[in-house]
């Protein structure tokens, strides 16, 4: 692993649960990770009620924007966490990965989003301790 870690969350969409990752990880870790988050099939735009959820939060994601997932980002990652995207996520020999399984967030209300959104950070908490101390 690098002298600073890096990790790519990856959704299909990149609009919601990868997006609240990566705010999640970039709030929590202090500037001690590289983050990353991208999609097998990017969306238009980040969902709004997971921009919300992340708002009570006091984490602001209204300028987020969904990213293709390519494999120039996989290979500069030293963690790959994929949720709910399939085997679409390229490989390669030395990077961690693992498979975060979450509801989608997509067509939810806050009410559904709010329990996805916590334990997003539960995961990403453990992932800082687990890279960082």
């Known amino acids: 692993m690098s002298e600073k870690p890096s990790v790519l969350f990856v959704c299909v969409h990149n609009a919601g649960r990868s997006q609240m990752a990566a705010a999640y990880l970039s709030e929590l870790g202090g500037g001690r990770i590289e983050v990353r988050s991208a999609g ?22 209204s300028a987020a924007i969904p990213k293709i997932l390519t494999p120039d980002a996989v290979e500069a990652s030293d963690v790959v966490i994929t949720m709910g995207c399939g085997d679409v996520c390229p490989v390669f020999p030395g990077t961690r990965y693992e498979d975060w399984v979450l509801d989608d967030p997509a067509g939810q209300g806050i009410d559904a989003v709010r329990p996805i959104r916590d334990e997003i950070r539960a995961r990403v908490a453990a992932l800082i301790a687990d890279l960082v101390g």
């Open 40 to 61: 097998s099939a990017p969306g238009d735009q980040v969902n709004p009620v997971a921009v919300a959820a992340m708002a009570e939060e006091g984490i602001d994601m």
